[in-house]
């Protein structure tokens, strides 16, 4: 088990306390992967997690803290592989936007990743609370992203990063549904990997300020 950033004041200071929420977070995810967020109820949760309904609502007494608490145990994840390819690009941009790229292509070929994050998609285009907590992991995840387009390209000013590094997360967020763990064109998720990498550090190098602004002053096509 992770450790865990955002730790429940008052119920998860203790060594225990932790314990049971993490055992309560394995046991939620695990119901949104296999049975989707409809069917995640607090009494599925708590038998998941071997306590009792009263134990997990001293926890979490509604769903969305157990949402807001699932998310950020998943980011944490992430944000410590990201902090691991961070330190092993030597202080490289390129190097470190190459590791960031193929590390998440890669990653959408998980069976908790190709489930997880879609089911969470879903959830958010019903849910205002979902949608945001969503946008603001995804804001989280851009942050590498940005540090090394920043570094790479630096005629682009900070709003300009943060879109390039919005276009890149999207893009390889998109591919989950044919590359991701059994879907069609899972076989072929590295060469998707190499692909995406030599795109998009291209676009990087390249892409200018005027290309940006530009395409927004564009009439669209009719």
């Known amino acids: 088990m992770n450790k865990m950033r955002n730790i429940r004041k008052g119920t998860g200071e203790s060594r225990r306390g932790k314990e049971t929420i993490l055992l309560i977070l394995d046991s ?4 949104l992967i296999e049975e989707g967020y409809s069917k995640l109820s607090m009494r599925k949760v708590a038998l998941g997690a071997q306590i ?5 609502q001293y926890y979490y007494p509604n769903k969305n803290d157990l949402l807001k608490d699932m998310l950020d145990h998943s980011i ?8 691991r390819l961070r330190l092993g690009a030597n202080n490289d941009p390129e190097l470190h936007l190459k590791s960031i790229i193929n ?4 990653d959408l070929g998980n069976p908790t990743t190709t489930t997880f994050y879609p089911e969470l998609w879903a959830l958010a285009n019903h ?3 979902a949608d945001k907590l969503m946008d603001e992991i995804y804001a989280w995840v851009r942050v590498p992203l940005e540090d090394s387009i ?3 390209n630096p005629t682009l000013n900070f709003e300009q990063v943060q879109k390039v590094a919005l276009f890149i997360s999207s893009s390889m967020e998109g591919m989950t549904m044919f590359v991701g763990h059994g879907k069609v064109w899972n076989d072929s998720i590295q060469h998707m990997a190499n692909i995406a990498t030599m795109s998009f550090l291209q676009l990087v190098k390249n892409i200018t300020p005027e290309t940006i602004e530009q ?3 564009e ?3 009719r």
Do not use: C, H, T, W
């Open 28 to 31: 939620a995810k695990s119901i």
């Open 215 to 217: 395409a927004s002053l």
């Open 150 to 152: 920043m570094r790479l």
């Open 76 to 83: 944490d994840e992430f944000m410590d592989e990201f902090e």
């Open 52 to 56: 009792s309904v009263g134990n997990l």
């Open 103 to 106: 590390f998440i292509v890669l």
């Open 219 to 221: 009439a669209p096509l």
């Open 127 to 129: 849910d205002e609370y």
